[in-house]
Structures are given as C-alpha cells and as structure tokens.
C-alpha cells in the first residue's frame, strides 16, 4: 500500500523521482511501473494501471445518459495519460497537467492505499489546515463507517 508523504522536487523538465517505497509496492504487488496520472480540482491521482482498470470496470456500468456522469468522466478521465518512470524512477507529469496544478518547483506526494497524490505544497497545506480544524467530526464520521453504518457520510 502506498504511504507517507514526501517532499519533493520537479526537475527541469517536469518530472519527480518517486519514492523508493512507491517504486518497490509498484514492483512486487503490481509487477509494472505504468501509471495512470489524472486530476481533481485541486490535485493530481496517480494509479497503477491494475487498480485504475478496477475503476473503468465500475465506470462502465454507470448509467451514461445522466449528465452529471458524464461531466464527472470527462473531466477524470478526459485528462488521463498513461506515465511510465525512467530507468531512475522518475516520473514526468504531463505538462497540462503541471500547469493545472501549478505545479513548480516544490510538489508533495501523498500515498492513499492503492494510489498516491501529487500536490502543490501550498494547497495541500491548506487542506492539512482545514482537515486538523474538524478532525473530530471526520473520525466521527469515517470510524462509524468502518464500523458498519454506511449511511453516517454526507
């Protein structure tokens, strides 16, 4: 599983060396560095191709004539490009991308279990911020979902 949070720099031309941790999950429970890399409003995803398939499968189901579906995929999916890391592990992210994000110098990645974030340090600080200011109601809210009650998020 992906863990941790990692500073990081971009070089030149837009890649970031991925962890050692991050490129080792990739080698033995993957076995393949193809990543998946894509945006939400205020960050980027990156997935490992096998769990990224997981979330197409799902998505294929979905009942397509409704809008908001639609607008969701197009927007996640529209932006997806499959990345591979150098023979050094690094990874270059897509320009459009980097540019969306404001990705500079400094990014922050964040691993999420089965995927990782990159983030502009300055974002993810603010959202650290907000997340420790109501802690106690997301505990509330995620430990009643681990415990049974998936009805407790909204």
């Not at 992906?2 to 837009?14: A, N, P, S, V």
């Not at 060396?17 to 990543?35: D, Q, W």
């Not at 809008?67 to 690094?90: H, L, M, S, V």
């Not at 990645?109 to 340090?121: A, T």
Request: with cysteine.
């Amino acid at each position: 599983m992906f863990r941790g949070k990692y500073k990081h720099h971009l070089d030149e031309k837009g890649r970031v060396a991925l962890p050692n941790k991050f490129r080792e999950i990739l080698r033995v429970k993957y076995g393949s560095e193809v990543l998946i890399v894509t945006n939400f409003p205020d960050y980027l995803v990156v997935y490992p191709l096998e769990e990224w398939k997981k979330i197409e499968e799902k998505l294929l189901k979905l009942p397509w004539d409704i809008p908001q579906i639609r607008q969701y995929i197009r927007y996640f999916w529209g932006a997806a490009e499959e990345c591979y890391p150098d023979r050094q592990g690094r990874l270059l992210i897509p320009q459009s991308l980097r540019e969306e994000m404001k990705l500079e110098k400094e990014i922050v990645l964040v691993g999420m279990l089965n995927h990782f974030e990159i983030w502009n340090p300055k974002v993810l600080e603010k959202e650290f911020k907000e997340t420790k200011e109501n802690f106690g109601q997301l505990w509330k809210q995620v430990s009643s979902f681990l415990n049974g009650d998936k009805n407790t998020l909204s």
